[in-house]
């Protein structure tokens, strides 16, 4: 069986494209991506503290944070 080689544009391109809403993706995340990292337990724990403490989800708050991260950069909205 041979594998098929993928163009690196195409690739790309694939990457770039809105995702289709699936049945088990809730509409509110149609055109959405997912940002991502890993952490130690120890900030995990304490960005969800906050969380609770301002009564907001861990998304609004690692959205917040990253606004201020482009705007320190002057990287604009």
């Known amino acids: 069986m041979t594998a098929r080689k993928t163009n690196l544009a195409e ?14 993706q809730p509409r509110s995340r149609s055109g959405l ?18 969380a609770v403490e301002q009564d907001r989800t861990l998304q609004d ?3 917040e944070a990253l606004q201020d991260l482009f705007k ?5 909205r």
Request: charged share 30%; proline share 8%; hydrophobic share 30%.
């Open 72 to 76: 320190k950069y002057d990287k604009g």
């Open 61 to 63: 708050l690692l959205g």
């Open 11 to 24: 690739a790309v391109s694939k990457l770039n494209q809105p995702h289709k809403i699936t049945p088990t």
């Open 33 to 50: 991506k997912t940002v991502a990292g890993y952490f130690d337990p120890e900030m995990s724990k304490r960005l969800k503290i906050l």
